[in-house]
């Protein structure tokens, strides 16, 4: 873990805490995976990745997260974009 990652590291933990008190289920199975998988590029500076699983987890919460877990998604998203990770495809609107 370097100085740069480390906050979105710390923040990739918490949300991972949250993800895991869903109720049990295959979405749920789904989305602590693909966060996983995030984590791990992170780590591992892989932008391809990081772009690739945060469109994913997203789009994962929409579907089965609560406000408090989208809120600690967009602090993550926060945090790797002043690290300097591009965590979308595009720019948005």
Do not use: I
């Given at each position: 873990m370097s100085e740069r990652?480390?906050?979105?590291?710390?923040k990739l933990d918490d949300l991972l805490?949250?993800?895991k008190s869903l109720?049990?289920?295959?979405?749920?199975?789904e989305l602590v995976e693909t966060t996983e998988a995030l984590r791990r590029a992170v780590?591992?500076?892989h932008m391809e990745a990081i772009r690739f699983r945060?469109?994913?987890?997203e789009r994962l919460l929409k579907t089965a997260g609560s406000p408090a877990q989208?809120?600690?998604?967009?602090?993550?998203?926060?945090?790797?974009?002043?690290?300097?990770?591009h965590t979308r495809s595009h720019s948005a609107p």
């Open positions: 990652t480390a906050p979105s590291l710390a805490a949250a993800l109720p049990a289920g295959s979405t749920k199975d780590a591992a500076f945060m469109h994913n987890v989208h809120q600690a998604f967009e602090e993550l998203r926060h945090a790797l974009e002043t690290a300097g990770f």
